[in-house]
T-cell receptor
Framework: AQKVTQAQTEISVVEKEDVTLDCVYE???????LFWYKQPPSGELVFLIR??????QNEISGRYSWNFQKSTSSFNFTITASQVVDSAVYFC??????????FGTGTRLKVLA | DAGITQSPRHKVTETGTPVTLRCHQT?????MYWYRQDPGHGLRLIHY???????DKGEVSDGYSVSRSKTEDFLLTLESATSSQTSVYFC??????????????FGQGTRLTVV
């Protein structure tokens, strides 16, 4: 069975602080893909990154970075020097095997000015 | 932007009535998904389709049915709406390339209220 756990329901930080959003996943498949999406207050869902199970390289894109560790089944997302515009709900997602695209419950990030 | 259109965008319906939500795509994507989004539950998969007339259940399929008679349309039907089905419904599509691990493109969402 597939499962994605985002244990942090809500995080509040002050602008310019760094923040890490946690994602833990479960799957029995050896081939799988992990994703992060952002849902700003306007409601649309925005794709941020995709990672496959054979690529454990960390990735950095501007102020965003992602740490994929198969040993702990985690795919964490860090925002460096957070900004008010980063305030959103962030979802981690997993797809494997049966093409079921499963999302976590989301983490609401509030960045305070 | 991917052409994913949901209709209607908002609907209020009475308990016990059937309701159909439509997802239309112009991208020729193979895979289509229906999710519901509720506070504290994130996005939960209701049903998905891996081709025309090929569908399967997700995590919360009870009370819902789907149909996909052509590539571009994926219909979600609430057979007899209940207040617990009040939610925001999102449709998503993926190309399925790369063994299925592609980003999902989402519709704008449908806010359904069952009174």
């Amino acid at each position: 069975a597939q499962k994605v756990t985002q244990a942090q329901t809500e995080i509040s930080v002050v602008e310019k602080e760094d923040v890490t959003l946690d994602c833990v996943y479960e799957t029995r498949d050896t081939t799988y893909y992990l994703f992060w999406y952002k849902q700003p207050p306007s409601g649309e869902l925005v794709f941020l990154i995709r990672r496959n199970s054979f690529d454990e390289q960390n990735e950095i894109s501007g102020r965003y970075s992602w740490n994929f560790q198969k040993s702990t089944s985690s795919f964490n997302f860090t925002i460096t020097a957070s900004q008010v515009v980063d305030s959103a709900v962030y979802f981690c997602a997993l797809i494997s095997g049966t093409y079921k695209y499963i999302f976590g419950t989301g983490t609401r990030l509030k960045v305070l000015a | 932007d991917a052409g994913i259109t949901q209709s209607p965008r908002h609907k209020v319906t009475e308990t016990g009535t059937p309701v159909t939500l439509r997802c239309h795509q112009t991208e020729n994507h193979r895979y289509m998904y229906w999710y519901r989004q509720d506070p504290g539950h994130g996005l939960r998969l209701i049903h998905y389709s891996y081709g025309v007339k090929d569908t399967d259940k997700g995590e919360v399929s009870d009370g819902y049915s789907v149909s996909r008679s052509k590539t571009e349309d994926f219909l979600l039907t609430l057979e007899s709406a209940t207040s617990s089905q009040t939610s925001v419904y999102f449709c998503a599509t993926t190309t399925g390339a790369g063994a299925g691990g592609t980003e999902a493109f989402f519709g704008q969402g449908t806010r359904l209220t069952v009174v």
